[in-house]
């Protein structure tokens, strides 16, 4: 079983900086096996990225993700006041799927 | 436009069953993979089962094995989720998403589960 271990849990930061969210998987990952997936208060999780590095329908160009093996990244490179939300990797496997427990993005 | 609705939840005492519904619509129901996903309050998200377009793929989490069970109806465009023994760490939000290569590309707005005595 993959085991996600999303850092930081908390990232305080300020519309317009950039902010890079990092999971770390206990064992190699494919790279067309991992998403990201955006989640506020009170609402469903939204996926954000697909593929390691693919943006879904309608998510802006400001998100990118990266990585292979055990280590990926989100970045959001200029954060927007509807940005600050929590944030959380996927993985699957032919098996079962997996979460992180959550990267939470907060206004500095 | 995908809509998937979830129905059932509700208070259940410790050791009883309940069966979540997840009415599809806007898409092709029959040929997507589709999956429960729950959320304990204020904790992280936690895959619970997937089942596949035609049924014959089943699968579950460690935590829900023997105690939940996945289906659907494809010709009423519906997924389910037999929960019995629950337990109070069962409490949680349920989502049901459609699957597409392992990814969760559209989820429901979720049902309330309580598990308490």
């Known amino acids: 079983e993959i085991v996600l271990t999303q850092s930081p849990g908390t990232l305080s930061l300020s519309p317009g900086e950039g902010a890079t969210l990092s999971c770390r998987a206990s064992q190699s990952v494919s790279s067309s096996s991992l998403a990201w997936y955006q989640q506020k208060p009170g609402q469903a999780p939204r996926l954000l990225i697909y593929?390691?590095?693919s943006r879904a329908t309608g998510i802006p160009d400001r998100f990118s993700g990266s990585g292979s093996g055990t280590d990926f990244t989100l970045t959001i490179s200029r954060l927007e006041p509807e940005d600050f939300a929590m944030y959380y990797c996927q993985q699957y496997d032919s098996s079962g799927r997996a979460f992180g427990q959550g990267t939470k993005v907060e206004i500095k | 436009q995908v809509q998937l609705v979830e129905s059932g939840g509700g208070l259940v005492q410790p050791g009883g069953s309940l069966r979540l519904s997840c009415a599809a619509s806007g898409f092709p129901f029959r040929i997507f993979y589709m999956s429960w996903i729950r959320q304990a309050p204020g904790k992280g998200l936690e895959w619970v089962s997937y089942i596949s377009s035609d049924s014959y793929y089943i699968y579950y989490a460690d935590s829900v094995k023997g105690r939940f069970t996945i289906s659907r109806d494809n010709a009423r465009n519906s997924l389910y989720l037999q929960m019995n023994s629950l337990r109070a760490e069962d409490t949680a939000v349920y989502y049901c998403?459609?699957?597409?290569?392992?990814?969760?590309?559209?989820w429901g707005q979720g049902t309330l589960v309580s598990v308490s005595s």
């Open positions: 593929a390691t590095s």
């Open positions: 998403a459609t699957e597409n290569w392992g990814r969760f590309d559209s």
